[in-house]
C-alpha cells in the first residue's frame, strides 16, 4: 500500500482520526524511526495522542496521511 505522507504541520486538528509516522530524514528516503500510528489532536492537551485511548504515549510524528478507507468502514 502507498501513502501519501504529509508534513505534520498540515494535519487537522479536528479530532479526525489519521496515520502518523516520525521520519528522521527527507520521507522520500525512506528514514522512518517509527511504524505507522492511529492517532488525533487532543485539544484539551493541544497535543497528538493515540487513537486506541492510550493517554501515557507521547508522539512525535513528523508526518501524516488520511487513514485507508477500509479503517474507517462502518
Known amino acids: 500500500m502507498i501513502y501519501n505522507w504529509r508534513?505534520?504541520?498540515?494535519?487537522?486538528?479536528?479530532g479526525a482520526h489519521i496515520l502518523g509516522k516520525q521520519y528522521s530524514g527527507p520521507v522520500a528516503?525512506?528514514?522512518?524511526?517509527s511504524p505507522p500510528y492511529v492517532m488525533h489532536?487532543?485539544?484539551?492537551d493541544e497535543d497528538w495522542v493515540l487513537s486506541n485511548g492510550d493517554m501515557g504515549t507521547r508522539l512525535f510524528p513528523t508526518h501524516w496521511c488520511p487513514l485507508?478507507?477500509?479503517l474507517c468502514a462502518e
Open 41 to 44: 489532536w487532543f485539544e484539551s
Open 68 to 70: 485507508p478507507a477500509f
Open 7 to 14: 508534513h505534520i504541520d498540515s494535519a487537522p486538528k479536528d
Open 29 to 33: 528516503a525512506s528514514h522512518s524511526t
